[in-house]
T-cell receptor, first 112, second 117 residues
Framework: GQQVMQIPQYQHVQEGEDFTTYCNSS?????IQWYKQRPGGHPVFLIQ???SGEVKKQKRLTFQFGEAKKNSSLHITATQTTDVGTYFC????????????WGLGTSLAVNP | GAVVSQHPSWVICKSGTSVKIECRSL??????MFWYRQFPKQSLMLMAT?????????EQGVEKDKFLINHASLTLSTLTVTSAHPEDSSFYIC?????????????FGDGTRLSIL
């Protein structure tokens, strides 16, 4: 079946270090979305990427969508303690745009 | 904007009890809502897609007679866990998409922590 693999599963960084999480889909996606879930909270939408090779930035966060629309990455520059949480990618299948295929998430811990 | 309210936040009840969870879109209309289940430190597992005015679409392995879904209006979907048992204890989250804004993104409720004793 359709899968979205996300690595790494966990990441510990020192405050100020950079962080990257990667997602790879087994199928071509119509779009990919990124969500952040703080401990004890619910997922919060961060961004959606639609175009092949698209790059979007939100302050210290940079999101990329691969040329083949099968992979994506989220890069955080100079992490802060407020970045702590689990980051999920979720892909919308090109054939069924309604349902999202979720990655397993990357849990980020930031040491002050 | 795009607020989704989920109620209740916490439920603790005895085995055999049926529990109803409500998911409301407060400031937009949602023809499609989604029900997820999440175990500690794990990803979201889609249980079913709730469609306004029609039957829900359940994912493989999810018992539709166990998890009853009703989506009677454009702003409300309910999930009823029937005759709940300890193995049903989990974090249940709903999400909804704004009909006016197309198919993406999903806006999540705060979730319901269900504990069955």
């Amino acid at each position: 079946g359709q899968q979205v693999m996300q690595i790494p599963q966990y990441q510990h960084v020192q405050e100020g270090e950079d962080f990257t999480t990667y997602c790879n889909s087994s199928t071509t996606l119509s779009n990919i979305q990124w969500y952040k879930q703080r401990p004890g909270g619910h997922p919060v939408f961060l961004i959606q990427l639609v175009k092949s090779g698209e790059v979007k930035k939100q302050k210290r966060l940079t999101f990329q969508f691969g040329e083949a629309k099968k992979n994506s990455s989220l890069h955080i520059t100079a992490t802060q303690t407020t970045d702590v949480g689990t980051y999920f990618c979720a892909g919308a299948d090109a054939g069924n745009n309604r349902k999202l295929i979720w990655g397993l998430g990357t849990s980020l811990a930031v040491n002050p | 904007g795009a607020v989704v309210s989920q109620h209740p936040s916490w439920v603790i009840c005895k085995s055999g009890t049926s529990v109803k969870i409500e998911c409301r879109s407060l400031d937009f209309q949602a023809t499609t809502m989604f029900w997820y289940r999440q175990f500690p430190k794990q990803s979201l597992m889609l249980m079913a897609t709730s469609n306004e005015g029609s039957k829900a679409t359940y994912e493989q392995g999810v018992e539709k007679d166990k998890f009853l879904i009703n989506h009677a209006s454009l702003t409300l979907s309910t999930l009823t866990v029937t005759s709940a048992h300890p193995e049903d204890s989990s974090f249940y989250i709903c999400s909804a998409r704004d009909r006016a804004r197309g198919s993406q993104p999903q806006h999540f409720g705060d979730g319901t922590r269900l504990s069955i004793l």
